[in-house]
Nanobody, 126 residues
Framework: QVQLVESGGGLVQAGGSLRLSCLVS????????MGWFRQAPGKEREFVAA????????YYADSVKGRFTISRDNAKNTVYLQMNSLKPEDTAVYYC???????????????????WGQGTQVTVSS
């Protein structure tokens, strides 16, 4: 059974930085794309960033492009989200997600991801 455990959330002032981590167990991590999504109160869960199984390609929502960086360490079964220049509108619960299909090149929508973490709260104060 696949398990995803996020860490690294917290409270930060606008303009600050946080790095989220997601440790994956229960599958061959290096064969699956990974993504980060977020959900603010009263809003739908939205795509933030994704990375292919090899780490060769990354994708970002327009709202975070240039500020957030997704990366992965296949030796540590971990995917990261480095968040810089944080804004109050980045406040949300952030979820790590694993693609349910191995070796796919472009998983970026909710339906592509079959396993989810429990979420970690990120709060950006103004």
């Amino acid at each position: 059974q696949v398990q995803l455990v996020e860490s690294g959330g917290g409270l930060v002032q606008a303009g600050g930085s946080l790095r989220l981590s997601c440790l994956v167990s229960g599958r061959t991590f290096s064969r699956y794309g990974m993504g980060w999504f977020r959900q603010a109160p009263g809003k739908e869960r939205e795509f933030v960033a994704a990375i292919t199984w090899s780490g060769g390609s990354t994708y970002y929502a327009d709202s975070v492009k240039g500020r957030f960086t997704i990366s992965r360490d296949n030796a540590k079964n971990t995917v990261y989200l480095q968040m810089n220049s944080l804004k109050p509108e980045d406040t949300a619960v952030y979820y790590c997600a694993a693609d349910h299909m191995p070796l796919r090149t472009a998983a970026r929508v909710l339906a592509d991801f079959g396993s989810w973490g429990q979420g970690t709260q990120v709060t950006v104060s103004s």
